[in-house]
């Protein structure tokens, strides 16, 4: 088993509720939550990296170390993400939080949170503070592994947001769908 497997495994193990997750994000799953992604994207936020499988695919699409910026608030993972990604700047704390680091901007922020496992109202707050930091036609990228959209569309809908379903991803533990949100005009 792979140090990162063993450090997921035991942050499942001593906190599966801020886990959320059977197993780390697989390869084809990170790969489509960055694509169309690349090196003139602009920043890119990333909320819950875990271990770092969406952030590994997000460099390797091409943005650059220096416009990527990380929100964990799982101490491990933080200094393991520290370790692993030198160059991308990693915030000890909670994605709707985003607003007070972030300069607004971003090209993207790319979400590996559970939404559909928290509170309406913490759903709002992480999406309205991806949205704090987007700049005009920014696309928050969110997955999801159940059949209804991570954020419903009824809070979307408040929030004037468009939603997009994205792939489908079977290679993944469990199967998950890529949901694309933007802005209404």
């Known amino acids: 088993m792979t140090n990162e497997a063993q450090l997921f495994l035991r942050q499942l193990l001593n906190n599966p509720r801020q886990i959320s997750a059977i197993a780390p994000s697989s390869p084809r799953l990170a790969r489509a939550m960055a694509e169309g992604l690349g090196p003139h994207s602009g920043r890119v936020v990333e909320?819950?990296?875990g271990t770092g499988r969406l952030t590994e695919a997000i460099l390797a699409a091409g943005v650059a170390p220096r416009d990527l910026t990380l929100f964990e608030m799982n101490e491990d993972f933080v200094q393991h993400l520290?370790?692993?990604?030198?160059?991308?700047?990693?915030?000890?704390?909670?994605?709707?939080?985003?607003?007070?680091?972030?300069?607004?901007?971003?090209?993207?922020?790319?979400?590996?949170?559970?939404?559909?496992?928290?509170?309406?109202?913490?759903?709002?707050?992480?999406?309205?503070a991806a949205f704090d930091v987007l700049a005009p036609g920014g696309e928050y990228v969110q997955f999801t592994y159940g059949p209804n959209p991570p954020f419903p569309p009824e809070q979307a809908a408040a929030m004037r947001l468009r939603i997009r379903p994205g792939r489908r991803v079977w290679a993944n533990l469990p199967p998950a769908r890529v949901y694309h949100y933007s802005r209404a005009a």
């Open 47 to 49: 909320f819950g990296p």
């Open 82 to 128: 520290r370790r692993r990604f030198p160059g991308v700047e990693v915030v000890h704390g909670p994605a709707q939080m985003a607003s007070q680091t972030v300069l607004p901007g971003v090209a993207r922020v790319v979400s590996g949170l559970p939404l559909l496992s928290m509170p309406p109202a913490l759903r709002a707050a992480i999406v309205g």
